[in-house]
C-alpha cells in the first residue's frame, strides 16, 4: 500500500514529552494518531464522523483500529481525503500471551488479504460467544437482559465489555465506565468470562501477511512487573512484532520513559495513539497524544506505513 500525504513537511520536532498535563505533539509538526475506534467496534462515531472530528482536531495521520474488525475502513477511506486526512489501515487484535489478554495493533494492513481475514472472523466467533456467556453471567447475578441490552448500544454487532458497560451505566447498576468496570466485567465480577483469544504469534503473523507492522497496544495497561514485560516483548519480536506504543491510553510520564527505554533495548519503533472512543472523553480525544521522546525511533519510519515527507 503507498499512502499519499496531502502535504509533505520537513520531519516532525520531537520534545521531551509529558502526558498528563499533555505536552501536545508540536503545531507546526504532523500530527499522527495511530489508534482509535469507530461503530464498527466499541466506538460511538461512525467512521464519516470520526474522520470529521480529526480533521477539527487536527490530526494530519489517522488509524483506525477497530477491535478485531476492519469492515469500517472502506467508509473511512471514502471519506479520509475529503476531509485532509490521511488515513492507515489498521486493527487492533484481541491476543492472548500465558492466560493474559494483550491488544496487538495492525498498522498499514490490507484488510483484504485472506487469512488475516479469516484470522479476524474466528476472534469475532469467540467474541460472540463470550457475549452471550457474558449475559448469562449478569444473570445469575440479578441483571435481566444484558445479551440483548448490550446489543442495543452496538450499531455493527461487534459486541465488546464496553456495550455491556453502556447498557450496566444506564440501567444504573454503575455511576461511569470507571465504576462500571471495577464493579462488573473484569476478572472476579460478575460479567467476566474469559476467552481464549488469538495466540499471540498468530495475531503478529496475520498482521504481518497483510503487509502490515504489528504495535503492542498501551502496555502500561497490562500491569505487569517489569520481568514479565520484558519476557512478553521477547516472545513478541521473536514472532515478528517490531512496535510499542510508548504514548498509549493511560500512560504517565514514567510508564512513557520506561515504554521509551524498553523500545530502545527491544529495537521497537515508537507509537503514539489517543485510544480514542468517545467524544465524551477528553482524555482520549483524536490527535491529544504527547510528543515522543526524542530517543525513540517513530514508527512512521516504517516502510509500512510509508509516509512521504516522514522519514
Ligand atoms: P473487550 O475487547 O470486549 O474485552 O472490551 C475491552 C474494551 O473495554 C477496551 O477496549 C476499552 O474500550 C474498554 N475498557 C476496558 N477496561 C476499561 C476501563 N477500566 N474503563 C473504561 N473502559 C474500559
Ligand atoms: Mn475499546
Ligand atoms: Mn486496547
Ligand atoms: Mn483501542
Redesign the pocket.
Same mark, same amino acid.
Given at each position: 500500500m503507498v499512502i499519499q500525504l496531502a502535504r509533505a513537511e520537513s520531519p516532525p520536532l520531537y520534545r521531551q514529552s509529558r502526558s498528563d498535563d499533555c505536552q501536545l505533539q508540536n503545531q507546526e509538526a504532523m500530527k499522527y494518531d495511530f489508534h482509535s475506534?469507530s461503530t464498527f467496534s466499541?466506538g460511538t462515531l461512525t467512521p464519516t464522523q470520526l474522520l470529521q472530528r480529526a480533521a477539527d482536531k487536527r490530526v494530519d495521520v489517522l488509524a483506525l483500529t477497530d /477491535?478485531?474488525n476492519t469492515d469500517g475502513l472502506a467508509e473511512a477511506r471514502m471519506v479520509a481525503k475529503e476531509n485532509g486526512v490521511q488515513l492507515v489501515n489498521g486493527v487492533?487484535v484481541?491476543a492472548s500471551w500465558r492466560k493474559r489478554?494483550l /491488544?496487538i495493533v495492525g498498522l498499514g494492513i490490507d484488510p483484504e488479504n485472506a487469512d488475516l481475514a479469516s484470522g479476524l472472523a474466528q476472534v469475532q466467533c469467540a467474541?460472540l460467544e463470550?457475549a452471550q456467556r457474558m449475559g448469562k453471567d449478569l444473570e445469575r447475578h440479578g441483571v435481566e437482559g444484558a445479551y440483548e441490552g448490550a446489543q442495543e448500544y452496538c450499531q455493527e454487532g461487534l459486541?465488546?465489555?464496553?456495550h455491556f458497560?453502556r447498557f450496566l451505566i444506564d440501567r444504573g447498576y454503575a455511576k461511569d465506565?470507571?465504576q462500571?468496570?471495577?464493579r462488573y466485567?473484569?476478572n472476579g465480577k460478575p460479567g467476566y468470562v474469559s476467552t481464549e483469544w488469538a495466540a499471540l504469534e498468530d495475531a503478529v503473523s496475520w498482521i504481518k501477511g497483510a503487509g502490515g507492522v504489528a504495535v503492542i497496544a498501551h502496555p502500561a495497561r497490562y500491569k505487569l512487573t517489569l520481568t514479565k514485560m520484558k519476557e512478553m516483548l521477547a516472545d513478541f519480536v521473536d514472532c515478528g512484532g517490531e512496535g510499542i506504543e510508548v504514548i498509549g491510553s493511560g500512560h504517565n510520564d514514567d510508564d512513557i520513559r520506561l515504554t521509551a527505554a524498553l523500545a530502545t533495548d527491544y529495537g521497537l519503533l515508537a507509537s503514539v495513539g489517543s485510544?480514542f472512543?468517545d467524544p465524551e472523553n477528553g482524555r482520549r480525544e483524536l490527535g491529544h497524544v504527547a510528543a515522543l521522546p526524542e530517543q525513540c525511533k517513530p514508527i512512521w519510519q516504517h516502510n509500512a506505513l510509508a509516509l512521504q515527507g516522514a522519514h
Open positions: 475506534h466499541d /477491535h478485531d487492533e484481541s489478554l /491488544h467474541r463470550r459486541l465488546s465489555r464496553t458497560a465506565m470507571k462500571v468496570f471495577k466485567l473484569v485510544d472512543h
